[in-house]
Structures are given as structure tokens and as C-alpha cells.
């Protein structure tokens, strides 16, 4: 760079579009700074909401969070995600040349300022987005009986009880008439024990007519 200022230029030269992941991270960790470009190439742009606002597509990039994770600074071009998370103390952020070439300077001839930003930027990141830090709260939540009461079902609707009665009954009519008629109805009598009178009555009618027309069914079906 013309500025005196040493830059590599990753994933995006003699047709490369990227580094494997363990790789990137490694270059990240061994990095002073991270430059971060979040302006579109082109000036088409790509949200028609954001068309007659700004000239160009303004990313927030995922790749600011994983420099904050790895432990590395980060000086990034302007967009308008990034400014509603971090503080200009937290993450530098330019909007021209000249803006970014004055902040790197700044913090590669001052140690001290520069792991001052470092520490703010990645302390932030951590909060925000470390994944243990962010399940924990939703696990303990789920582990803490006191944090939650289980809603008691008052009763199966009778469409619910029709249809389970008739599956009992379809999955069991190959068996022998008295042991499946015992079987079934043991099972039915179970699912409809909290029901009303008028339910109970309705379900065993449907049933023992449902148990008559399918054996029968069964029947014609065997001996053809």
C-alpha cells in the first residue's frame, strides 16, 4: 500500500474465492488488524428498499463477529448494522480512503490504543454473539421446573376420540375375534375414561359398528 501500510488481500485474487475456515482463522488470530469492506462492488443495488436511500448495498458481515471471536481488532467500512451494534470506541469505522488509511495509522504507532480498541471490539463481540453465552440462559430455562407450569389438558375433543378409536380398531383386525374385540375395547376404554356419558356412548356405538363392517371387510378380502 502506498500509505506505508502492509495489507493482505484474502480469498479474492488469481480466482480464489475464499479460505478454509481453519485457515482464515488462523490468519485472523495472527493479524493486528482485520479491514473489513462492507460497501457492494457494484453500485446495483441488490434491496430495492435501500435504492433510493443509499447508492451502493451496505453489508453487515458475519466475518466482524468471527474477528471478535478469534481475538482480533477490526476496522471496517461504514453500514448501517454495524453502527446500530458497536460504539466508534468498540469498532473504527470509515467512509472514504482517506478516513481508513488515518485510522490504521493511528493504531498501528499507538500499542496502546490499538489494544485498547481491541480489547473493547472483542469483549463486545463476545457478549453478543459467543454461542454458550447465548444458550445458557434459554437452558437453565428449560431445566428449571419453577420457571415454567405445564398446562393440564381438560379433555380430548370427540373428533380426536373418533379417529383414535377407529385406528385402534383398523390396527387390530387381523387379530382373532375375541382376543381383538378385548383388546380394542380396552384400549378405547382407556382413551375415553374423562369423557361425558353422552361421549363414551357415541365412541362404543361407532366402535362396535366400525369392528362388525371391517371384520366383515377382512373377511371378503381373505377368501377372494
Known amino acids: 500500500m502506498n ?12 480466482q480464489v474465492e475464499g479460505l478454509p475456515i481453519d485457515e482464515l ?9 482485520v479491514l473489513n469492506l462492507s460497501k457492494s462492488r457494484t453500485t446495483s443495488v441488490l434491496n430495492y ?9 451496505y453489508q453487515f458481515k458475519g466475518r466482524i463477529c468471527l474477528v471478535g471471536l478469534t481475538g ?14 458497536f460504539k466508534e470506541d468498540e ?3 470509515f467512509y472514504a480512503k ?6 490504521l495509522k493511528d493504531l498501528l504507532q499507538n500499542e496502546e490504543l490499538l489494544l485498547k480498541y481491541k480489547n473493547k471490539f472483542t469483549s463486545k463481540v463476545y457478549n453478543l454473539f459467543e454461542e454458550k453465552k447465548n444458550f445458557e440462559p434459554i437452558y437453565n430455562a428449560i431445566e ?18 373418533r379417529i383414535v378409536a377407529k385406528q385402534i380398531i383398523l390396527r387390530n383386525i387381523k387379530l382373532t375375534t375375541l382376543l381383538r ?6 384400549i378405547i376404554f382407556s382413551i375415553i375414561k374423562n369423557s361425558n356419558f353422552l361421549i363414551k356412548t357415541l365412541i362404543v356405538f361407532e366402535s362396535v359398528i366400525n369392528i362388525s363392517w371391517y371384520s366383515l371387510v377382512s373377511i371378503f378380502k381373505s377368501n377372494k
Not at 49 to 57: L, P
Request: charged share 20%; hydrophobic share 35%.
Open 144 to 161: 428449571n421446573k419453577l420457571g415454567y407450569r405445564r398446562v393440564k389438558l381438560f379433555q380430548f375433543p370427540y373428533w380426536y376420540l
Open 25 to 33: 482463522i488462523k490468519l485472523i488470530s495472527k493479524s493486528k488488524i
Open 91 to 93: 469498532l473504527p469505522t
Open 181 to 186: 374385540t378385548i383388546f380394542q375395547f380396552n
Open 49 to 57: 428498499v435501500s435504492k433510493s436511500v443509499y447508492r451502493f448495498y
Open 98 to 103: 482517506e478516513d481508513c488509511v488515518k485510522i
Open 72 to 85: 482480533t481488532a477490526c476496522v471496517s467500512e461504514y453500514s448501517p448494522g454495524q453502527e446500530m451494534i
Open 3 to 14: 500509505e506505508g501500510i502492509s495489507i493482505k488481500n484474502v480469498g479474492h485474487h488469481e
